[in-house]
């Protein structure tokens, strides 16, 4: 059972305009909220983090939005540029009871920015 | 070095033999992680390392997996008598401080580029 979910697997969006990643997820212990860019042959790289007490962050272009109501986040790229297109994880932590906050990630979604 | 490296990065088994793999986290990071990465999914949590304590190894699949640190800093994810289903990249990451049940800290974990095992 998939305590995360990314149920886009793939988007397309064009060069300039928003990009928009969705993720939803069921354990209502989670937290702290993630998200991970990945280019192939690479490690996934920190992009952006929000926690439950919040509802938006900001850093840049991106901006991830936290709905705790509906166990919703999403993530916006704006503008999109082409060096954005890799796969975008969404992980969620809690206190694992052992003091070890282990990420639960989703499967991904693969953003393809279109020069 | 400046980033989490991992070796080897590409590994091929044979069904039955022992696999080693290592990592070597960013100097003095507290905390290891271990993740299993199967192919079209998410990362899956493995194991976690606060220096050289084993604190949760919840998610080791099997007896046939075993991870150390011995001296805190370098670490190594042993897989024996390997199967077709072990196939995988295993990703290795660090963060800065380790964790307390009272005082819960989140920290970036920095990833490794992974070792990509094949299990023929």
């Known amino acids: 059972d998939q305590q995360v979910k990314q149920n886009s697997p793939s988007l397309s969006v064009q060069e300039g305009r928003i990009s928009i990643l969705n993720c939803d997820y069921t354990?209502?212990?989670?937290?702290?909220f993630l998200w991970y860019k990945k280019y192939p042959a690479e490690g996934p790289t920190f992009l952006i983090s929000?926690?439950?007490?919040?509802d938006k962050n900001e850093d840049g272009r991106f901006t991830v939005f936290l709905n705790k109501s509906a166990k919703h986040l999403s993530l916006h790229i704006v503008p999109s540029q082409p060096g954005d297109s890799a796969v975008y994880f969404c992980?969620?932590?809690?206190?694992?009871?052992?003091?070890?906050?282990?990420?639960?990630f989703g499967k991904g979604t693969k953003l393809s920015v279109i020069p | 070095g400046a980033g989490v490296s991992q070796s080897p990065r590409y590994k091929v088994a044979k069904r039955g033999q022992d696999v080693a793999l290592r990592c070597d986290p960013i100097?003095?990071?507290?905390?290891l992680f271990w993740y299993q990465q199967a192919l079209g999914q998410g990362p899956e949590f493995l194991t976690y390392?606060?220096?050289?304590?084993?604190?949760?190894k919840s998610g080791l699949p099997s007896d046939r997996f075993f991870a150390e640190r011995p001296e805190g800093s370098v670490s190594t994810l042993k897989i024996q008598r390997t199967q077709q289903e072990d196939s995988a990249v295993y990703l290795c990451?660090?963060?800065?401080?380790?964790?307390?049940?009272?005082?819960?800290?989140?920290?970036?974990?920095?990833f490794g580029p992974g070792t990509r095992l094949t299990v023929l």
């Open positions: 990451a660090s963060s800065r401080s380790g964790v307390t049940l009272e005082v819960p800290l989140i920290d970036t974990q920095y």
């Open positions: 354990n209502s212990m989670f937290d702290y």
């Open positions: 929000i926690s439950s007490i919040k």
């Open positions: 992980a969620a932590s809690a206190n694992s009871g052992a003091g070890s906050y282990q990420l639960t």
């Open positions: 100097s003095g990071h507290v905390s």
């Open positions: 390392f606060q220096n050289e304590a084993q604190l949760d």
